[in-house]
């Protein structure tokens, strides 16, 4: 699998999210409050029924190794190695492309801020908690159960860093915004988060980011941003003249989301 990262050993792993930039929104401009997201499902309700149905889904996802190993691989990984070469096509890097990953981690910002409010607000417990079962990586259970579950930290992120690159690389929005998805998802397999979890997620980066877009200092990283994309990008594929590679960027994130709806 294109994006498949091999994680050796089990370890705790601490969220990203406290190393990010600042982001776009101030008091004034970000939303005076998070009441569009509702409360999380009550024990008694069909939703929470779903949920329950895809924490087995997702337990028994962790019996594939390939999918268990993305999902570890997802849990650490800076999410410009998430979104890179094979997702828009070319590789983002601290490096080589600064503008556009500031552009996005920015807008993730202004997620995780907004997450850890509403997180805060409704402290769930996280599923393998609340099963009293070890997760994917129960060498981080402790300080896991430590936190709360709902929305989901890294899906906020991700999907705010998803819409962010989307502005930069239209072209791909479908490999950006799947990828996103299967970013999401795999908080699920490790059992960290409900699905009901991901799905605020969703809801909160989205709002989130309607927000972020409006702003100036968004609207001019945006200009950067591009103008590195279409550079790197024409130096990348004058690099790479002759390969057949570039075709199986999409079809290979469709191939992974097919199989983890198995």
Known sequence: MLFLT???????????????????????????????????PSSTSGEYANDVYYYQWGR???ANAEL?????????????????????????????TPEIIRLCERAA???????????????????FVTFEEPSLNPGADAEKAESFSYPSGHASRGYAFALA??????EHTSEIMLRAQYYALNRVVCGHHWKSDIDASLLLASVM???IVCTDEYQQQLVKA??????????????????????????????FYMLMEQ
């Open 6 to 40: 091999a994680v050796a050993v089990i370890v705790s792993v601490k969220s990203w999210g406290q190393f990010l930039p600042s982001g776009y929104l101030t008091d004034e401009t970000r939303p005076k409050d998070y009441a569009f997201i509702l409360p999380p």
């Open 60 to 62: 028994d996802m962790r």
């Open 68 to 96: 268990s190993e993305q999902a570890l691989s997802d849990e650490s990984a800076s999410l410009y190695k998430v979104f890179s070469e094979e997702v828009i096509g070319i590789s983002l890097s601290r490096r080589t």
């Open 109 to 127: 910002s202004d997620a995780n801020k907004a997450n850890t409010t509403v997180k805060d607000e409704y402290q769930r417990k996280r599923p």
């Open 165 to 170: 690159l989307c502005t930069v690389a239209p």
């Open 209 to 211: 980011f309607a927000n």
């Open 226 to 255: 591009r103008e590195e994309y279409r550079r790197v990008k024409e130096e990348q594929t004058s690099s790479d003249e002759g390969s057949t590679d570039n075709l199986s960027q999409g079809d290979a994130i469709r191939r």
